[in-house]
């Protein structure tokens, strides 16, 4: 305990670090998961509207809401990208 009060000051900035870069990691694997669940979500779109369970509008309309969700996702990857 004292220890580690006493090299604080020499350990905090690496802990410090790689805090942030864990923070960074779960961010990036739940916008993985969030693109990942649209997908399946417009598969899943698909699959119902080929087996005749909605109708054209309403399949049309959804489908575009999930495919600008993707689009945004992949739009907000690419300007973080391009920043870093």
């Known amino acids: 305990m004292i220890i580690d009060l006493l090299l604080a000051p020499l350990t905090a900035p690496v802990t410090g670090v790689a805090w942030i870069g864990n923070k960074i990691l ?10 990942g669940n649209l997908q399946k979500r417009l598969l899943a779109l698909q699959l ?14 959804q489908e575009e809401e999930l495919l600008l969700a993707i689009q945004e996702m992949e739009d ?9």
């Open 76 to 84: 907000a990857a690419a300007e973080a990208d391009a920043e870093d």
């Open 48 to 61: 119902a509207f080929d087996m005749g369970d909605m109708e054209e509008e309403e399949f049309e309309a």
């Open 26 to 35: 779960e961010q990036a694997n739940s916008e993985l998961d969030d693109k």
